[in-house]
């Protein structure tokens, strides 16, 4: 008996565990995501190929794709299913309501209907919210601050998007509050970039917030470039932005949600059920200005607002 028991635990210790990873754009564009997650997961015990493996695909930024690969990741038989955002989260909440879900990007999973709460989520998903809408009205006040005598700000956004919707409305009160006029923004491919910048020009902006969205993301230098042309001074929701050539960034500290994404998962895998895991918030943020780019624009930053800066890129 004692020695069944021991073989019976060494079996359970080798189990493999599957994680399924959709991605909402491309290979290429997301690998940064995928990569950063990997390292964190193995840190907790986990060995690539002998106790865990991980199942990668990607939606190509196509709606129709994004639930053809949710049931094939449902079809490999994974252990867990892991996403970033709103859209992957619905995807593969269509496609399954058994296997464990977690997501690490959601601007408002209760608004989207993923959640029941964020201390009770119920059902099989859970993650890690990036309060988006929330943040919205705290990068209008970094440009105000930035650019004392600004009135008129853009905000680019996705209007094909919940989160971007969500972002455009959460902006207004803040705004009024600073005594800024907004200018909606509104792209939904990057074929239509150039022209909003053209037009966001011609209705008088002097600034632009950039709302944070899968859109945005893969075509950061272009967007830079873009402002950097009309010398028009653009908040962003990350870092990478900034290191792109923006001019700044607020938002959550990205290490952790891959960090909390990774410790939620491994909680699933011990016998946690997603149902009893509080979606959780981001704890810090960070404020990235680029000084070459404030150069560029001729731009003086505020030693108020360079103080408060997490990093600052020279």
């Known amino acids: 008996m004692l020695l069944s028991g021991g073989l019976t635990s060494e079996a359970q210790q080798q189990k493999l565990f599957k994680i399924g990873w959709l991605a909402p754009g491309s290979a290429s564009s997301s690998r ?34 994004r639930s ?32 464990p879900i977690v997501f690490y990007n959601v601007p408002d999973p209760v608004e989207a209907g993923l959640v029941d709460s964020l201390a009770r989520p119920g059902g099989n998903i859970t993650g890690f919210s990036s309060i988006a809408p929330v943040l919205a009205g705290k990068r209008l006040e970094l440009l105000k601050d930035t650019i004392p005598k600004l009135t008129r ?8 998007r919940p989160s971007g919707e969500q972002q455009w409305k959460e902006s207004q009160l803040p705004a009024r509050a600073l005594g800024l006029q907004l200018h909606s923004m509104e792209v939904t491919s990057a074929e239509k970039l150039a022209a909003a910048f053209k037009e966001t020009v ?14 945005a993301v893969q075509n950061q230098i272009q ?13 962003y929701p990350r870092e990478d932005f900034v290191v792109s050539g923006g001019l700044m960034s607020y938002g959550p500290d990205r290490n952790e949600n891959y960090r909390r994404a ?14 009893d895991l509080p979606v959780e918030q981001p704890m810090t943020f960070d404020l990235v200005i680029n000084l070459k780019t404030a150069k560029t624009l001729g731009l003086a930053i505020p030693p108020i ?10």
Do not use: C, H
Not at 202 to 215: D, G, K
Not at 305 to 314: E, F, H, P, S, W
């Open 68 to 99: 053809a690969v949710a049931a094939e990741l449902i079809r490999l038989g994974v252990d867990v299913l892991v996403t970033p955002n709103t859209e992957g989260v619905l995807a593969l909440k269509s496609a399954t309501q058994t296997i």
């Open 262 to 275: 990774a410790y939620y998962v491994d909680r699933i895998l011990q016998g946690a059920n997603p149902a």
């Open 305 to 314: 607002v360079l103080m408060r800066a997490t990093r600052v890129i020279k």
């Open 223 to 235: 967007i830079a470039e873009l402002a950097a042309k009309y010398r028009l001074p653009a908040i």
């Open 202 to 215: 011609n209705a008088r902006s002097a600034a632009i917030a950039i709302a944070s969205s899968t859109l």
């Open 153 to 160: 700000v853009a905000v680019l956004w996705n209007p094909q």
């Open 32 to 65: 940064s995501g995928p990569e950063l997650f990997r390292r964190e997961i193995l840190k907790r015990a986990y060995i690539e190929g002998k106790n865990i493996t991980f199942e990668y695909r990607y939606a190509e930024n196509n709606f129709r794709r």
